[in-house]
């Protein structure tokens, strides 16, 4: 079984930072692709970001500049910094993993999501 847990989330002022981060567990053999995605109400859930193992990134246009991802391989973890925040970035943000588990099938794994808040 494999678990992906997200910490970092919360209310902060709008300018403000918030850093994301996403831990894997379980019966992992090799993660490949990593990223977080988010979902305000009433909306459908968005790529922010994306990174590959080889650490090749791919940011949403509305984050360009202002949020950077980064994973550690031999950690299972990805992280998401986030700065100069927008209350238009008020969203619950979920990771996800492709990941292959020690039974060598490919698979997407989700997080359970964490609420950020912008306020003006």
């Known amino acids: 079984q494999v678990q992906l847990v997200e910490s970092g989330g919360g209310l902060v002022q709008a300018g403000g930072s918030l850093r994301l981060s996403c831990a894997a567990s379980?019966?992992?053999?090799?993660?490949?692709?990593m990223g977080w995605y988010r979902q305000a109400p009433e909306k459908q859930r968005e790529l922010v970001a994306a990174?590959?193992?080889?650490?090749?990134?791919n940011y949403a246009d509305f984050v360009k500049g202002r949020f950077t991802i980064s994973r550690d391989n031999a950690k299972n973890t990805v992280d998401l910094q986030m700065n100069s925040l927008k209350p238009e970035d008020t969203a619950v943000y979920y990771c996800?993993?492709?990941?292959?588990?020690?039974?060598?099938?490919?698979?997407?794994?989700w997080g359970q999501g964490t609420q950020v808040t912008v306020s003006s």
């Open positions: 996800k993993m492709s990941l292959y588990r020690t039974n060598y099938v490919l698979s997407d794994y």
């Open positions: 379980g019966s992992i053999f090799r993660v490949t692709a």
């Open positions: 990174i590959t193992r080889g650490a090749d990134t």
